[in-house]
């Protein structure tokens, strides 16, 4: 696998800066550009003057870790440069020059993954822990790198497949000697790792917004004033505003900061008879918003009740107009206090489960969810006696499970995906 470099540590100016060379010919690299320097100290921090085809760079620390001890499992040199932007570069281009690539985002992390150094689970947490906002992120990331969650979905894993052949056996030999105490006892079993699965998935639902900005929508019927509370949430005149009804037609988002993370604010089209093509398609549009969005929140103006999706937060506008509602995007009433229920809505407080650890990415949180659903629809199988269904959905709990961690050999498209959301240098 040939040899890639990136640095480490960011493009902006710091003090100091990593460039990280991986690949099985890293060593003879990292010599090039260090007066053919023999690398046989591993793990030490050695002084070495690194120059390029032009002349000396940087007086520098280099160490070197000899593969398998190794985070991606091969040869590396890593070089604690001063952090001039353009020295970091000119190092990156003289490792190029002598025969490595420029890493892809995520790269190294896929390396170590596909060398067995870690799974699936352990990969994510640690783009969560490079990306995390907040110390409790952080902290809550470290906690996935630990691996707590991979080893539950593999205890779990294995408990469902011996539940499995111990069905499939009954099936292929003598399904008319599973007595009631073998069924209620497979049945007990098979409810304690439903209910563990939901547990851990409920738990992923409280725990994603600290990792993937969740994304909160705007809707209700037209003249709510969805628009001009979109605008003071977010500071600025982002959205269009008129007292004419139906004048958003398409929907915007932006970033918003809240006092505990981030979001995803969406506003989107009112609802009501469309007048047009045009903007009815703005409506189509708003409604499957809805169901993309983590949160829901449901503006009424003066006079209006029209019922709010399931579990959607239901707000007052216009206060200036309607001394029952709760805000006014026009003389600012209210704004501040609505965008602390948010934050404190969506980002409750989280601990790492002792048992499952903590979830950091949406894929996680689906399979989870899979696993749980397809073990709930086994033991409905076991209560009715069908067998031959309570098999198939073991089988298929098992296979989200596999998949979670990357026991399933997944296929290169997802590890594309997977991968290309990291940063570049991890």
């Known amino acids: ?4 470099v990136a640095c480490a540590t960011g493009e902006e100016a710091s003090a100091l800066a990593v460039v990280r060379l ?3 010919d890293a060593f003879s690299i990292a010599a090039k550009l260090s007066a053919e320097h023999e690398f046989k100290k591993f793990r030490q921090l050695e002084l070495l003057l690194v120059s390029d085809s032009s002349g000396p760079l940087d007086r520098c620390l280099v160490v070197a870790f000899e593969g398998p001890r190794s985070f991606t499992g091969e040869d590396v040199v890593e070089f604690h440069l001063h952090g001039g932007p353009g020295l970091v570069e000119a190092v ?3 490792c190029i020059a002598a025969g490595a690539r420029r890493a892809e985002p995520g790269e190294y992390t896929r390396r170590a993954y596909l060398a067995g150094k870690l799974d699936l689970v352990e990969a994510e947490a640690i783009a969560a822990r490079a990306g995390a906002a907040t110390a409790r992120a952080a902290r809550l990331a470290e906690a996935g790198v630990a691996g707590r969650l991979s080893e539950f979905c593999r205890n779990i894993e294995v408990e469902l497949t011996v539940l499995r052949a111990g069905i499939e056996a009954w099936l292929d030999f003598a399904p008319e000697e599973l007595r009631a105490e073998d069924q209620a006892k ?3 079993r098979l409810g304690g790792c439903a209910k563990r699965l939901q547990k851990a998935s409920d738990l992923a639902q409280r725990s994603l917004p600290l990792f993937e900005a969740p ?10 004033g969805k628009s001009s509370l979109f605008n003071a949430l977010v500071g600025s005149e982002r959205a269009l505003v008129s007292a004419e009804a139906g004048t958003t037609r398409d929907w915007i988002e932006v970033d918003l900061a809240l006092p505990a993370g981030r979001i995803r604010l969406r506003d989107s089209a009112g609802l009501r008879v469309a007048a047009g093509a045009v903007e009815a398609a703005g409506i189509e549009r708003a409604l499957a918003l809805q169901n993309e969005a983590d949160l829901v929140l449901w ?10 999706p399931e579990a959607a937060l239901c707000i007052r506008t216009q206060a200036d107009l309607d001394p029952s509602a709760r805000v006014s995007a026009t003389t600012g009433v209210g704004i501040e206090e609505l965008l602390q229920t948010l934050s404190e809505h969506i980002f409750r407080q989280v601990a790492a489960d002792s048992e499952t650890g903590v979830i950091t990415s949406r894929r996680q949180m689906q399979l989870l969810s899979a696993a749980a659903e397809r073990c709930f629809s086994a033991l409905q199988a076991m209560n009715d006696s069908a067998l031959e269904f309570a098999a198939s959905d073991l089988r298929g709990a098992a296979e989200a499970l596999a998949e979670l961690t990357g026991t399933q050999e997944p296929d290169e498209l997802m590890l594309d995906a997977l991968f290309s959301q990291f940063c570049l240098g991890k």
């Not at 696998?1 to 890639?4: D, G, L, T």
């Not at 503006?299 to 709010?308: A, S, Y």
């Open 22 to 24: 991986s690949g099985s």
């Open 186 to 188: 497979l049945v007990e």
């Open 299 to 308: 503006c009424l103006g003066p006079g209006q009740n029209d019922e709010p």
């Open 1 to 4: 696998m040939n040899s890639i």
């Open 215 to 224: 994304i909160v929508l705007l809707a209700g019927p037209v003249n709510a």
């Open 92 to 94: 990156v281009q003289a």
